[in-house]
């Protein structure tokens, strides 16, 4: 700049006006010299940058251009060119070095930022990142750099060494605690969730504390991300997962069936014991005619051993409209397409109750998708309630309006 100023005083400019003049075109200099440093390197080396990222076979080097790493190293070249010529500015060189320091800082968190970014990007490429995210670690990391570049900032700005501001962090750690306490427990609850495998990004979790139904989408250190099945979103703390019981349905979709587990209530005013023509007419029924026949024998055998008289229903063994319904529903299930023959599969009475006698059908479909499952179970309880008269078996339910009115028309 002291050349600027003797040229312009070789034309018998005022000395003041030539000092004030040789900053302003200082100036200028150096911020045309900043836009050109900045245009070479967003326009050139950047493009040969994209090229040869474009033209390698490995991921990491394309998250690094996705998440702009190159280009915000573009914004460290004008902050270098203004810090070079500091010195220029005798009056204010320490003032525009701290500031061009600052913006050097800053810019470099800015740069770790970004290249963590892509690091997780590249990481969740591979697929133990389902089962092993590192989101939160990274955001713990970020954290770190984020506390060590204000200090390194502070510590420019007022002219101190870093050191002694960390000395000075041990008395606000309790601070810290308070600010960063969300952080906290969710680093603790990530690990734990990683190192136990108690979630991972893809499960489908139930957590009705938080109305959350759905598949978990993401996975970071303070909360858990679950896309509901009506695409709302709703967001779990982390340490939630671990302080409060939730669904994982992680198994179920592994196992390859999907649990039916529903009852049909019977009237027991219906329950009989079946007559001769009622068991003639069940064995002409698909799947019972060998049931009858085979029952038929037993009862005879057990009777004839015992000696026992067929004068009373009540004594001996005989057949019951409720038993062969519950042997015909069985049967159906295990020749039913949609039932997973592999899986427990079987037909229960339930205690009774004052809605009758509850008839549990439990068993897997042999698909886990929903519409599927959905289908499968409607498919064979219809059949069943359109079923259950031909055994002369009436299903309970609770008297409605209509039920009422014939009553009272009576």
């Not at 952080?183 to 489908?204: E, H, K």
């Not at 669904?247 to 592994?254: P, T, Y």
């Not at 008289?309 to 299930?333: C, D, E, H, W």
Request: charged share 15%.
């Amino acid at each position: 700049m002291a050349f600027i100023n003797n040229q312009l005083l070789k034309y018998n400019m005022d000395p003041t006006l030539a000092g004030y003049l040789s900053i302003v075109i200082m100036l200028l200099f150096i911020i045309i010299l900043c836009i050109v440093a900045n245009f070479i390197t967003k326009k050139v080396v950047i493009r040969i940058i994209s090229k040869i990222v474009n033209n390698t076979k490995f991921q990491w080097d394309n998250m690094l251009l996705e998440r702009k790493v190159f280009h915000k190293l573009s914004h460290i070249v004008p902050a270098i060119i203004i810090y070079r010529f500091a010195s220029t500015f005798s009056s204010y060189q320490d003032l525009i070095e701290k500031g061009a320091m600052a913006y050097l800082i800053i810019m470099g968190l800015v740069l770790i930022s970004a290249s963590l970014n892509a690091m997780n990007d590249t990481y969740q490429t591979y697929e133990i990142s389902k089962t092993k995210p590192i989101k939160g670690y990274i955001q713990v990391v970020k954290i770190i750099v984020i506390i060590i570049g204000v200090i390194l900032i502070i510590a420019n700005l007022v002219g101190k060494s870093p050191l002694i501001l960390l000395s000075g962090i041990g008395a606000l750690s309790a601070v810290f605690m308070l600010v960063f306490r969300d952080s906290l427990l969710g680093l603790v609850a990530g690990i734990q969730l990683s190192t136990n495998d108690m979630v991972q990004v893809g499960d489908w979790i139930e957590m009705p504390k938080y109305g959350a139904n759905g598949d978990i989408i993401d996975i970071s250190l303070v909360t858990v991300k679950v896309q509901n099945f009506d695409k709302t979103v709703t967001m779990i703390p982390s340490y939630a997962l671990i302080s409060d019981s939730f669904i994982n349905w992680r198994g179920m979709q592994k196992s390859g069936g999907r649990r039916i587990k529903r009852s049909l209530f019977i009237d027991t005013n219906s329950i009989t014991f079946c007559t001769e023509e009622m068991i003639n007419n069940f064995k002409d029924i698909h799947y019972l005619s060998d049931y009858i026949v085979s029952k038929e024998r037993e009862i005879e055998e057990f009777n004839t051993k015992n000696k026992i008289s067929k004068s009373s229903p009540v004594n001996g063994r005989a057949l019951t409209n409720i038993g062969v319904f519950r042997a015909y529903i069985s049967n159906y299930i295990q020749h039913h397409p949609g039932i997973n023959q592999e899986m427990t599969l079987m037909v229960r009475q339930l205690a009774p109750s004052e809605h009758g006698l509850p008839l549990e059908i439990y068993a897997f479909t042999n698909s886990v998708q929903w519409t599927v499952y959905e289908t499968v179970q409607a498919d064979i309880f219809d059949h069943l309630f359109a079923i259950a008269p031909e055994f002369g078996v009436q299903l309970f339910q609770s008297p409605s309006g209509n039920d009422l009115k014939v009553f009272a028309d009576k």
